[in-house]
């Protein structure tokens, strides 16, 4: 079943980009050089970004249509989005940061999945710090679990790990597989890196300047992987 | 301890109620003129960006002139809302509140300005991802993040309204009980041959007046800061 399909045109400047593509349940990942484009792609996804054409949607739900004038607000997707830089919010205590999505989208409070969210991802110790105290890896951890716990349709991964240096990556890297495994929400992940989608992706979507130039499954990554050796 | 007068002590609670009630109603202004300015590009916006700090260029009489002819009982303005709202201004303590607000007003927009200028716009991006809509975001995320700023600008209005002498006096006169503050007091005292003892103890007054707004805006900040900080 399919549960994002995007077609989307958008012009930054000199660079063009259009991009189509659909995804199923499970990890798709955008994989592509830097300066692909594929950053700007999620951010349309999550709706910061207006494409100049196409549309968006979301299982079955239209999130965007230009054609028909449809742009859903992006507090009105209930999309997760894990940014590179985590973008904590500085004047909150990792715990509210966490429990901001819920709150914010009006849900109840349910113990039993903030629990199991916290654990999942090992920030109880952290969660009556502030952001400003955390590792760069304590940082991302507590994205994702700011992100899910607002319960999301979809988690977008916008290079989680980019911003980590290599010992921290390995740190981060098995709770995302943890995460698509349990299967609770379709991702989307971005990244530049074979070795990292290679672990998380079930399906891969290659963006080369601003177009796809092939989708299908993890055997894409290794005529990418003869360039690109990390 | 100084053994004040029961005049000067009328004189200290004006300064204050003035000063305050100045400050509260200046405050939304502020911060929205602070946004305007920090986040809008429009039509006019260097004309409003100039008329904002013609308060602290113009001399205070020239200010208060101007309020008197057009927030007096006569004036267009506040014949208005005279007849409309019972509201007076002029001879009243109301006025002088108006007037040290206005005195006080581009004081307060600076930081207000630069500290929503110096937020960064991608956690505001967060937020409405996280389910705010521009709303909650404002409140939960830009207002916070802005409040050393707004504190900041409340103190500067504060201070200013507290020493602001010169636009009050030509607006709504020295009247003992109404609109005579601490500056007026001294003014009147310096008048009267002799009255340099009497005013020295309203120059300490204001004096400590001063310090005390200047080192609980400080600890204010500090704190907002500290958040940010940690701990």
Known sequence: MIVLAVDVEKKLGAFKLAVRFEATGGATALFGPSGSGKTSVVSMIAGLLT????????????????????????????????????????????????????????????????????KLLDI???????????????????????????????????????SLDSGHKHEILPYLVRLRDEGMVPMVYVSHTASEVRRIATYVVRIEAGHVTAAGGLELLREADAHRPD | MLNLTPDEW?????????????????????????????????????????????????????????LLISFGRRG??????????????????????????VMGFPLMVRPIRQALEAIDRRLEDAAATLGADRFWVFVTITLPLALPGIIAGAVMCFARALGEFGATITFVSNIPGETQTISAAIYTLLQVPGGEVLAGRLVLVAIVLAL????????????AGMRFQGE
């Open chain 1, 51 to 118: 494409p100049d054409r196409g549309f968006i949607a979301l299982n079955g739900t239209t999130l965007f249509d230009a054609a028909k004038g449809i742009n859903v607000p992006p507090h009105r997707r209930h999309i997760g989005y894990v940014f590179q830089e985590g973008r904590l919010f500085p004047h909150l205590s990792v715990r509210q940061n966490v429990d901001y999505g819920r709150r914010m989208s009006g849900q109840p409070r349910d113990a039993e999945d903030f629990a199991r969210i916290v």
């Open chain 1, 124 to 162: 109880g110790p952290l969660l009556d710090r502030r952001p400003r105290l955390l590792s760069g890896g304590e940082r991302q951890r507590v994205a994702i679990g700011r992100a899910l716990l607002m319960r999301p349709r979809l988690l977008l991964l916008d290079e989680p790990l980019a």
């Open chain 2, 10 to 66: 009328t004189a200290i609670e004006l300064s204050l109620r003035i000063s305050i009630v100045a400050t509260a109603f200046a405050l939304p202004f502020g911060i929205a003129l602070g946004w305007l300015l920090a986040r809008k590009d429009f039509w006019g916006k260097t004309l409003l960006d100039g008329i904002l700090y013609l308060p602290l260029v113009l001399p205070p009489v020239v200010t208060g002139y101007l």
């Open chain 2, 76 to 101: 267009p303005i506040g014949a208005f809302l005279d007849e409309h709202f019972g509201i007076v201004f002029s001879f009243r303590w109301t006025g002088a509140a108006l007037a040290c607000g």
């Open chain 2, 212 to 223: 005390a707004a200047l080192i609980l805006s400080e600890w204010f900040a500090r704190r």
